[in-house]
């Protein structure tokens, strides 16, 4: 019923930037909580940076100052500014988003990945 969409990644130079965008639809629904992961090659899916129902937000230790995530709930959409990229920030980058939508029988909760994008960092 709600389906997230990832876009905005590429290959980029270390020390770049770039923003990635992740955008909710489907039926009636109400997001509590969205977050951005990250799957390096070879490794598991990791938080990267999470955003609570009251927008307060959370980071990993190796993001912290040079990600920024942020949401445009008119749009029902997730932002990941990612500023002074390094090499090991590449990854396939997933949008996560949890809540509830409406059905027949009532509001019933939901949790839905995006399909992910392609970060590349490299000279």
């Known amino acids: 019923q709600v389906q997230l969409v990832e876009s905005g990644g590429g290959l980029v130079q270390p020390g770049g930037s770039l923003k990635l965008s992740c955008v909710a639809s489907?039926?009636?629904?109400?997001?509590?909580?969205m977050g951005w992961y990250r799957q390096p090659p070879g490794k598991e899916r990791e938080l990267v940076a999470s955003?609570?129902?009251?927008?307060?937000?959370t980071y990993a230790d190796s993001v912290r100052g040079r990600f920024t995530i942020s949401r445009d709930n008119a749009k029902n959409t997730l932002y990941l500014q990612m500023n002074s990229l390094k090499p090991e920030d590449t990854a396939v980058y997933y949008c996560?988003?949890?809540?509830?939508?409406?059905?027949?029988?009532?509001?019933?909760?939901?949790?839905?990945w995006g399909q992910g994008t392609q970060v590349t960092v490299s000279s």
């Open positions: 996560h988003a949890n809540g509830d939508y409406s059905t027949t029988y009532g509001w019933t909760t939901f949790h839905s």
């Open positions: 489907g039926s009636m629904f109400r997001i509590n909580g």
């Open positions: 955003l609570t129902a009251v927008g307060s937000a």
